[in-house]
């Protein structure tokens, strides 16, 4: 059996504290015997256009992702990143990523 889990959070003005809520989630999820945990859209920061910029992060610097990747392979399970404001090109984009079990970003490049 492959056990799915989602995780909905109340998020605050704080990326730190919403990445502790995050990671808490995912430990508790993957003690219930989860093998993918999905995280909701824009987990990391409040859901409003005026915190996005700030709250934005590129992929190759990322503290999300490297959080994402950390939990994934503590745990061994697959994660969903649910969205975060991603900065790529001086644009704002609202990105999922999955990660695998090995802390990786697969790519489809």
């Known amino acids: 059996m492959f056990k799915i889990a989602l995780c909905q959070s109340k998020v605050v003005d704080n990326k ?5 809520n995050a990671y808490k989630l995912i430990s508790e999820a993957a003690s219930n015997g ?7 859209e824009m987990f990391n920061c409040p859901y409003s256009g ?4 700030s709250y934005g992060e590129k992929e190759a ?7 994402l990747k ?5 745990f061994g399970i697959y994660l969903i990143g649910g ?4 900065i790529l090109d ?3 984009y609202n990105t999922s990523f999955v990660v695998n079990a090995k802390g990786e970003v697969p790519r489809n490049d």
Do not use: H, R
């Not at 969205?83 to 991603?86: D, F, H, L, Q």
């Open 16 to 20: 730190g504290e919403n990445l502790k």
């Open 34 to 40: 989860a093998d993918m945990v999905a995280l909701c």
């Open 50 to 53: 005026k915190y996005f910029s």
């Open 61 to 67: 610097s990322s503290q999300t992702i490297e959080m």
């Open 70 to 74: 950390t939990a994934a392979t503590e």
């Open 83 to 86: 969205s975060i404001p991603e």
């Open 90 to 92: 001086n644009k704002i």
